[in-house]
């Protein structure tokens, strides 16, 4: 098969070349079969950026040379990691292309102590620090990230001023549901209380009820010995 990435000089040492040419097709997917936007996919030389639906076409590109197939260097990546690093053979009757990636689907359930969901929880996913995805949960405390790179990140959770950053590993990635925990376990007028400041809080007010009792009780009696020094007056 006919290589081209050989140099012009040698494909002109060929003399005249006539090639039938096509439309190439070059499909990105995930393993759920799911097309993924964004992926630069490398060939013959020429940069392209998959649509919504994970195509890329490389058109009017040679198929044939005399009657035999033509190969193609093949690079894709997406968010600069390397899905697939290879070569694709084309001919005039093999001219669409498929790659898996390997890329995860990430679950995170932002739970209170309780076990209580956290509705509208801010879920980013980091990686070198720089925001490459970002979720908000729903009332169930689930956040779901899609076409997550198997490399290290750090998954950090916001919730009413609340802030905890997790560093992930691939292995971690295994498609079971993370769970983070916050220290929430009450919220009064919007503002969530661990149960430690909630029981402080109780003790508290416990202890202000019980100071205004007794400082009735002493004005109470002030009052009553008052009158009974004045006495009566007719």
Do not use: C
């Amino acid at each position: 098969s006919l290589n081209l990435t050989e140099p012009a000089w040698s494909l002109r040492s060929r003399g005249v070349v006539k090639l039938p040419v096509g439309d190439l097709t070059v499909t990105v997917i995930d393993k759920q079969g799911r097309g993924i936007g964004g992926a630069q996919v490398r060939i013959a030389n020429q940069l392209l950026t998959t649509a919504e639906d994970g195509r890329a076409v490389l058109m009017r590109a040679p198929l044939e040379y005399r009657g035999e197939p033509v190969r193609y260097d093949l690079e894709v990546t997406y968010m600069g990691y390397v899905l697939y690093r290879g070569s694709l053979t084309a001919s005039s009757t093999s001219y669409t292309f498929t790659v898996t990636a390997d890329l995860r689907t990430l679950t995170v359930l932002v739970l209170g102590e309780n076990g209580q969901g956290l509705q509208g929880a801010r879920v980013s996913l980091l990686r070198e620090g720089n925001e490459v995805g970002t979720a908000f949960t729903d009332a169930g405390g689930r956040a779901v990230l899609e076409n997550v790179i198997p490399v290290e990140h750090f998954l950090r959770v916001e919730y009413k001023g609340l802030t905890q950053t997790i560093r992930l590993r691939p292995e971690s990635m295994s498609g079971e549901p993370l769970r983070v925990v916050l220290p929430v376990y009450v919220e009064i007028g919007g503002a969530p209380l661990s149960s430690l400041q909630f029981h402080l809080l109780i003790a508290g007010l416990a202890s202000a009820a019980a100071a205004i009792a007794v400082l009735s009780v002493v004005l109470v009696r002030r009052r009553a010995r008052k009158l009974r020094v004045v006495g009566p007056i007719y």
